[in-house]
């Protein structure tokens, strides 16, 4: 059974920090790129981070770089998402996925380049 299960969300004030875990199991960790995405209240999901399959490449999105950090584990198979200097506008469910295809140097962007993903954590932050 394929689970990817986030935690270490909850109600920061701005300018705080987080760190968000991603744990896995039933399905192939290395050799495959993940990402974290995150989603407001009435709007899309929308890409956050990506990181290669061996940590050597991550991406970011322009509203998070320089504040948020992707990292990953792959003896543990977890990703985590450090989240610093927090924003109003940083507050979404935030998920973690499993890229489709096994690519070694791929860090996807959209949505659709993902098949596996967790149910979601809840980080709000106040002003």
């Known amino acids: 059974q394929v689970q990817l299960v986030e935690s270490g969300g909850g109600l920061v004030q701005a300018g705080d920090s987080l760190r968000l875990s991603c744990a896995t199991s039933g399905l192939t960790f290395g050799s495959y790129a993940m990402g974290w995405f995150r989603q407001a209240p009435g709007k899309d999901r929308e890409f956050v981070a990506a990181?290669?399959?061996?940590?050597?490449?991550?991406r970011y999105a322009d509203s998070v770089k320089g504040r948020f950090t992707i990292s990953r584990d792959n003896a543990k198979n977890a990703v985590y998402l450090q989240l610093n200097s927090l924003k109003p506008e940083d507050t979404a469910v935030y998920y973690c996925?499993?890229?489709?295809?096994?690519?070694?140097?791929?860090?996807?962007?959209?949505?659709?380049?993902?098949?596996?993903w967790g149910q979601g954590t809840q980080v709000t932050v106040s002003s």
């Open positions: 990181i290669s399959w061996s940590g050597g490449r991550t």
């Open positions: 996925a499993r890229s489709r295809r096994a690519d070694y140097m791929s860090t996807p962007f959209l949505v659709y380049e993902y098949a596996n």
